[in-house]
């Protein structure tokens, strides 16, 4: 396509997953470097990014009818692709229960793989008790009493921080343009003379900048700068380390992801030592008056308050039994081992968990890239493409259908066990520092 060499794209929140794969795939599609501009509140990777993180879970969940394709892209470039590659940890997952639904459920999402008919019950398969003790053999056959499992031999982990690192070192190394700080901080959009047509955007240092399309991918952030009529609700989730002794990292090196969806999930030990824990939970929300853009007045909205800026929050109390909960099924061994770097993660949740990548309804040449509802790390190598095609009209209609501007439903559940709870209900997390 010719015009590819001449338009010009900013892309606001491209420190980011979506953001960050996008301005990739313009430049492997053959925009011009020095005509794409990444913008955002931090550098890439940007420090306030869900993606700003040690890992993310690598697998294949079939929620909805895009996530077939969209993980097998993604994990057909995670193996191949040379700048992702080096990033994925291909240990495996398993998804484990030792209830009784829990354990149906394991059994439904199997049968889904199957269904899909493109062999993945080569890859996935049912785990008996006794094969979970094989694939985690830290595990004791005590702790695992019970448990059934279903293993993703495509799946694993990913170096989540480093791999969009990567992108930025790509990025720089062709020449794209970036602006980082209040010069990359989103204040509103600019409008041609029919008052409808985007051109470009300011922001809040006052710079602006000119485009022909305008990429919003600022994660839980989008819905603070332009208004999605409650299209999504962002929302915490939150981690906690666990420091092991390099006799400790010994037996855990190389296992699996363990992830049980009534308790949470873990990761082998990076390269010091450190574990990552997670409580599984619908999430914290934390509602407030707020106008983005495009709203005649102040509204309720869900305002991520990020660890970046703030780094003395850590997690409510109740995370921190909740993640202790996790650790005793998981390690139980390092119940007593010091929690540290806890913090909160911001994710944001459409109601039917399927992404907001679509041009806005009303401004011509807005593309919001978003509402990746907590399962869209993974797809960082191959996201963006799409929004290239959605930038070009080429979206395909399964894709555009599904990711479509669609008020109505309820985010603040989504297709969770329940609506998240609200931060100002949840005492602990606020740690100001002292002055
Ligand atoms: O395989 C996956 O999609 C992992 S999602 C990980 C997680 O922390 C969730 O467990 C949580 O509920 C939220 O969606 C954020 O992502």
């Known amino acids: 396509i010719s ?71 993604a994990l057909d470039m995670w193996t191949n692709d040379p700048l992702f590659k080096p990033f994925f940890h291909k240990v495996g997952m398993i998804d484990c229960s030792s209830s009784d639904d829990g354990i149906a459920n394991l059994k439904r999402k199997y049968q889904s793989l199957i269904d899909a008919n493109i062999g993945l019950e080569k890859t996935n398969w049912l785990l008996e008790t006794g094969e979970i003790l094989e694939k985690v053999p830290a595990f004791t056959k005590d702790q695992v009493q019970g448990w059934k499992g279903l293993f993703c031999g495509d799946g694993g982990w990913l170096a989540a921080a480093k791999a969009i690192n990567a992108i930025g070192h790509f990025l720089k190394y062709k020449g794209v343009n970036f602006g980082f700080g209040k010069s990359g901080t989103f204040k509103q959009p600019l409008f041609a003379a029919d008052g409808s047509t985007v051109n470009g955007i300011e922001t809040i240092d006052g710079t602006k900048y000119y485009a022909d399309k305008v990429v919003i991918a600022a994660g839980a952030w989008t819905s ?8 999504c609700v962002s929302k915490a989730w939150v981690f906690a380390h666990i420091q092991l002794t390099p006799e400790e990292v010994k037996k855990y090196k190389n296992i699996p992801v363990v992830y049980d969806g009534e308790y949470g999930f873990f990761f082998e030990p990076n390269e010091h030592g450190v574990i990552k824990v997670c409580d599984e939970f619908p999430g914290f929300s934390r509602f407030k008056q707020h106008q983005p853009y495009g709203a005649s007045s102040p509204k309720m909205i869900s305002v991520p308050r990020s660890h970046a800026k703030h780094p003395t929050d850590t997690y409510p109390d109740a995370s921190e039994e909740t993640i202790r909960k996790a650790v005793a099924r998981f390690l139980p061994q390092f119940k007593d081992k010091v929690l540290f770097n806890r913090s909160m993660c911001w994710c944001t949740d459409t109601a039917d968990a399927n992404l907001l990548i679509c041009e806005h309804p009303k401004w011509k040449n807005l593309i919001l890239a978003t509402g990746d509802s907590g399962h869209s790390f993974k797809l960082l190598p191959n996201i963006g493409k799409h929004v290239v095609e959605l930038i070009e009209g080429a979206l395909p209609s399964e894709l555009a259908d599904a990711w479509a501007w669609r008020p109505g439903g309820d985010a603040l559940k989504s297709r969770r066990g329940a609506p998240a709870k609200d931060l100002s209900d949840m005492p602990g997390w606020r740690h100001d520092a002292k002055i």
């Open 224 to 231: 603070t700068l332009i208004d999605l009529e409650d299209q």
């Open 3 to 73: 015009s590819r060499a001449t338009t010009k794209v900013i892309v606001v929140g491209g420190g980011g997953t979506m953001g960050s794969s996008t301005a990739l795939h313009l430049t492997r599609a053959g925009y011009t470097p020095s005509n794409i501009t990444v913008l955002d509140v931090y550098p890439i990777p940007s420090a306030q990014s869900a993606g700003y993180d040690l890992n993310k879970i690598m697998g294949i969940r079939l929620r909805n009818r895009p996530d077939l394709q969209l993980s097998l892209e």
